[in-house]
């Protein structure tokens, strides 16, 4: 079975920085794009990275370019977002998810099939 796990949120203060990772099992790591999105109470889910199943490719939307940086690492199956100079409108649930056909394109248009339990970002002083 395809599973994801966020981890790594919490409280930070405004400024602050965080690494998430998340970790995934159940599907070649190596031929999927991941990406990274977030829902905020009463706000529409939002992408926030995206990264190519080599690496190579990364999107990041305008709300969080030059602040948050998306890399993967193969050997352990697992996808980071190092989120730096965090502003209270980033406080959301932080999800990672795939499309079933590894498709970068997918996911770049928001089309998750498969996510897991998100982590809490709270931004906040």
């Known amino acids: 079975d395809v599973q994801l796990q966020a981890s790594g949120g919490g409280l930070v203060q405004p400024g602050g920085s965080l690494r998430l990772s998340c970790t995934s099992s159940g599907f070649v790591f190596d031929d999927y794009a991941i990406g990274w999105f977030r829902q905020a109470p009463g706000k529409e889910r939002e992408g926030v990275s995206y990264?190519?199943?080599?690496?190579?490719?990364?999107y990041y939307p305008d709300s969080v370019k030059g602040r948050f940086t998306i890399s993967r690492d193969s050997a352990k199956n697992t996808v980071y977002l190092q989120m730096n100079n965090l502003k209270p409108e980033d406080t959301a649930v932080y999800y990672c998810g795939i499309h079933s056909s590894g498709s970068y394109t997918k996911i770049r248009g928001n089309e998750f099939d498969y996510w897991g339990p998100g982590t809490l970002v709270t931004v906040s002083s």
């Open positions: 990264i190519s199943s080599t690496g190579y490719t990364k």
